[in-house]
């Protein structure tokens, strides 16, 4: 590839720092094998299909520089292919990829993978069974001086110290996941990609492993993109997930926005339990057969019928005796998970749907149980489809707010 001139491929800046093993000295940033500044990853329409398969179809992201970013979508939603696309292991069909304002894909450009300084730790077990620890963590880098403190520097780094010279086999599946991680670490990347690494994991290692390859990374100073199909995981590691759906990114955002203010039921659904309800908005407020409920997201027309999103955590059951205010309510089953409990409930209200509230493990619930129910702080809504057509926005002038 001939970049243009004064055009900022990374090719042209990249290829100088030697590649892969192209270690980035502590020199002055006028260098030119300083690392590039960069200001975080975009994509723009990343198409790509494998024969008439359409897999993305127009993937717009952006990662922040230094940020940790998730991104989480059903099997098969094309999760592996954008990061195989991230890395230059795949070609996108359309779009761009840019890494810091500088093009790593488009029409015109595809930069090699191993010039892209951007580390990739693969969905399946990805080390070398006949190297060691070191062997594989030094794998991308050259023979020279100062090799082996460099690959102490990362198997510390990683928690991994002492192990050097033992072999894949001999290692748990965590410490395994932790080389591959320091392997793609020791290229020193700008960006880290992670394609499900703890899914071979059971539950305890799991929390630990997320714990200490993000603590890694972001020691690094690296940008990361985990992928995952595991909700739990993308929303206590990620400072941004996007969602994948479609192909496209159907949303983006802080762990705590995705999780209460989704963009559509379905998005609600994928990330957590919901209890879907329908309702009428009054400005700020909403009246449900749950009773008036507060809106998150500020005022909305009068009389607009809306669906409200109630997390499960946000049902406070009450069981008799004394019973408390809210809505009657009989418990169908309750699902006993040690730290807390998923009850599952039905209403006095036959039209209503069955609800789903998440109390604390602690709390005896039987299935028949008599108890009251009530929603506890703001809730999110959206306005039904149907909403503009049965019911118009009031008069210019009309009052918002709950009627009197
Ligand atoms: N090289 C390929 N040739 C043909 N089809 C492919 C190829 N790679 C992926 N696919 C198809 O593209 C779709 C997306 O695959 P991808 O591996 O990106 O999904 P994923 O989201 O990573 O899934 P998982 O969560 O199961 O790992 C799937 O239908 C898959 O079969
Ligand atoms: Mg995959």
Aim: proline share 8%; glycine share 12%.
């Amino acid at each position: 590839m001939t970049p243009e001139p004064g055009t900022p491929v990374a090719a042209g800046r990249t290829a100088s720092a030697g590649g892969p093993s192209g270690s980035v000295p502590s020199a002055p940033p006028a260098s030119r094998d300083a690392p590039i500044a960069t200001e975080g990853l975009t994509t723009s329409a990343l198409h790509k299909a494998f024969g008439d398969h359409p897999v993305l179809r127009g993937v717009d992201l952006t990662v922040p520089d230094g940020a940790f970013a998730a991104v989480l979508g059903a099997s098969g939603s094309g999760k592996t292919t954008l990061l195989r696309i991230l890395a230059g292991f795949e070609q996108p069909d359309r779009g761009v990829v840019a890494v810091g304002g500088v093009i790593l894909d488009d029409d015109h450009h595809h930069v090699r993978a191993e010039r892209r300084r951007i580390g990739y730790v693969p969905q399946e077990g990805s080390l070398f069974p006949h190297l060691t620890v070191e062997g594989n963590v030094g794998f991308g880098l050259r023979a020279r001086e100062g090799r082996e403190a460099e690959i102490a520097e990362l198997l510390e780094r990683v928690g991994l110290s002492g192990l050097g010279h033992r072999y894949p086999h001999q290692l748990s599946g965590g410490q395994q996941q932790r080389v591959a991680l320091a392997r793609a670490l020791a290229v020193r990347p700008h960006i880290v990609l992670l394609d499900e690494p703890f899914a071979s994991l059971d539950a305890g290692l799991r929390a630990t492993v997320r714990a200490d390859v993000r603590a890694a990374v972001q020691r690094s100073g690296a940008t990361a993109i985990l992928v995952t199909h595991d909700q739990d995981e993308a929303l206590s590691i990620a400072d941004l997930v996007a969602v994948i759906r479609d192909g496209v990114v159907a949303q983006a955002a802080s762990p705590r926005d995705l999780y209460e203010s989704p963009v559509d039921p379905d998005l609600a659904r994928f990330v957590g339990e919901a209890n879907l309800v329908e309702g009428t908005s009054y400005g700020s407020t909403a009246e449900t057969s749950l009773g008036w409920l507060e809106l998150r997201d500020g005022h909305r027309p009068a009389r607009q019928q809306i669906t409200v999103l109630v997390r499960p955590e946000q049902l406070r059951v009450t069981p008799p005796p004394g019973g408390g205010p809210g809505v009657a309510a009989r418990v169908v089953e309750a699902g006993f998970h040690g730290h807390d409990a998923l009850v599952h409930l039905v209403t006095e209200d036959a039209a209503a749907a069955p609800m789903i509230a998440r109390v604390v493990g602690g709390m005896k619930l039987e299935a028949g149980a008599r108890v009251t129910i009530k929603v506890v702080g703001p809730v999110h809504c959206w306005p039904r489809p149907s909403a503009g057509a049965a019911n118009p926005e009031p008069p210019a002038g009309e009052e918002e707010g709950e009627p009197a």
